[in-house]
């Protein structure tokens, strides 16, 4: 018969572990909440450190760009002093400066491909037009300078895709069908360049040049009869022309 004492003290001793791992499973709690405290105060320091950079940083940054833009407004200003008097070299050379800044800046890079087109510079200006039909491409007149640059660098195919895009833009501006129906005549496309020049004169009935232009596509077309008509209607608005009254005559033969 087990005695009743030994009951107690084996009770006794199993409670004793059992407090004992208690007290074990709360100082290690205790321990990991002190833990996670320390980190979470370390992680709010290291937190703060990183936010406090970040704002130099930004600062730093900020105080970088607005001396580039004063530098900039600087450097515009000249140029525009320089572009206005036609020094094409001191203009350019500010212009560059300004690129080097900032590469896409709208208002320099157009005023570097005029520069660069007075100056018959047509390849470094083909260089800036196609920049500037990317940044801008609703830009009529970059298309129509771009086909100008190739115009001169004899790049007829793609300076006719430069100008339809222009006029495609807008089909407003008669120097521009006139231009491509030039590049039509270098591409001996007569009845495209007839086109042209007809588009032009529908915007500009009266100019001469223009209807001389449409006579000659069009008797380069064959179409006689069209362009004598053309050529009797310059005489209407110069009767002492004497380019067309040679033109007539020498119609008038063909026909013969």
Do not use: C
């Amino acid at each position: 018969m087990i005695q009743p004492y030994l009951i107690l003290g084996s009770t006794l001793g199993i409670l004793g572990i059992l407090q004992r791992r208690k007290m074990l499973n709360l100082n290690a709690k205790r321990v990991q909440q002190q833990f996670e405290r320390e980190q979470r105060k370390l992680n709010a320091k290291t937190h703060s450190e990183n936010l406090l950079r970040a704002q130099i940083s930004l600062e730093e940054k900020s105080h970088k760009i607005q001396e580039s833009l004063v530098q900039i407004s600087v450097l515009m200003r000249k140029a525009e002093i320089h572009f206005a008097r036609e020094e094409w070299t001191s203009a350019e050379k500010n212009l560059i400066q300004i690129l080097s800044l900032d590469e896409h800046n709208i208002k320099a890079n157009r005023l570097l491909g005029l520069t660069f087109l007075h100056r018959g510079k047509w390849k470094r200006a083909e260089l800036i037009y196609r920049k500037l039909v990317d940044l801008e491409p609703k830009g009529a007149s970059h298309f129509g300078n771009l086909g100008l640059a190739f115009y001169h660098q004899k790049k007829y195919p793609l300076s006719r895709e430069a100008y339809i895009s222009a006029v495609r833009i807008d089909d407003q501006k008669t120097s521009r069908f006139v231009s491509l129906g030039q590049v039509y005549l270098k591409l001996k496309d007569f009845p495209s360049a007839a086109n042209a020049f007809t588009r032009a004169v529908k915007l500009d009935r009266r100019n001469i040049d223009y209807l001389f232009a449409l006579a000659e596509a069009r008797e380069l077309s064959g179409n006689i009869d069209s362009a004598k008509k053309v050529y009797e209607k310059i005489l209407e608005l110069s009767p002492y022309n004497e380019d067309v009254k040679v033109k007539l005559i020498k119609l008038e033969t063909k026909k013969a």
